[in-house]
């Protein structure tokens, strides 16, 4: 596609539900971030790929979030046993090249634990 | 952690006025991007400053990388509405291919006519 698209746009789950967050990024783009973002505030590093490895997790919150893109192009977000602090804005990202080049955002899936 | 300190986090100016949003870490970052985000939108790439010292400008918009790649800023000159939105920097933290993108918590700008 033309863009990064991320499905679905918005999401209401309930407490304790599992919710799988989807990223298609630009085609061809070697690396994929996740981001979470609050209203107002910069975007919070979660996770990134370079291709279908996963490169760096440190930002995810704990265990009930990880992350897969197991043939370097879709990628997927997964929060297990969601809770309500886990409602925000998710951004997915892509860049061309590896090593941190221009990231293109996608417009998010914002996520609401009830 | 490295961590981009951002300021001022909010700006309520008049049209016309210049202003000047500052990026500070005390880490050093390969290179160094803006972003510029509106409602509702992800955020989108204005500028890559790479080089100590560099400075680079996009019309009334100059940006400038600091001399030991740990700080950065962006002058906007004679403000428009149209500025108005979330303006972000984000690092880049690691070399070569294992480099990813950090960013600061925004300044939220708003130009008023």
């Known amino acids: 596609g033309a863009g990064v698209s991320q499905s679905p746009r918005y999401k209401v789950t309930k407490r304790g539900q599992d919710v799988a967050l989807r990223c298609d990024p630009i085609?061809?783009?070697?690396?994929l971030y996740w981001y979470r973002q609050a209203l107002g505030q910069g975007p919070e590093f979660l996770t990134y790929?370079?291709?279908?490895?996963?490169?760096?997790k440190s930002g995810l919150p704990n265990d009930r979030f990880s992350a897969e893109r197991p043939e370097g192009s879709i990628s997927t977000l997964t929060i297990q046993r969601t809770e309500q602090r886990d409602s925000a804005m998710y951004r997915c990202?892509?860049?061309?090249?590896?090593?941190?080049?221009?990231?293109?955002f996608g417009q998010g899936t914002r996520l609401t634990v009830v | 952690t490295q961590l981009l300190e951002q300021s001022p986090q909010f700006l309520s100016i008049q049209e016309g006025e210049n202003l000047t949003v500052y990026c500070n870490s005390s880490s050093v970052f390969s290179s160094l991007q803006w972003y510029r985000q509106e409602p509702g939108e992800g955020p989108v790439l204005l500028v890559t400053?790479?080089?100590?010292?560099e400075v680079k400008k996009l019309k009334r918009l100059t940006f400038q990388f600091g001399d030991a790649r740990k700080d950065s800023s962006l002058h906007i000159t004679a403000a428009q509405p149209g500025d108005t939105g979330l303006y972000l920097c984000?690092?880049?933290?690691?070399?070569?291919?294992?480099?990813?993108?950090?960013f600061g918590q925004g300044t939220t700008l708003q130009v008023k006519p």
């Open positions: 984000a690092g880049v933290t690691g070399s070569g291919n294992t480099g990813k993108l950090i």
């Open positions: 990202a892509s860049s061309p090249r590896q090593g941190g080049s221009e990231a293109f």
């Open positions: 790929f370079n291709y279908e490895a996963q490169q760096d």
């Open positions: 085609s061809g783009h070697v690396s």
């Open positions: 400053v790479v080089t100590g010292g």
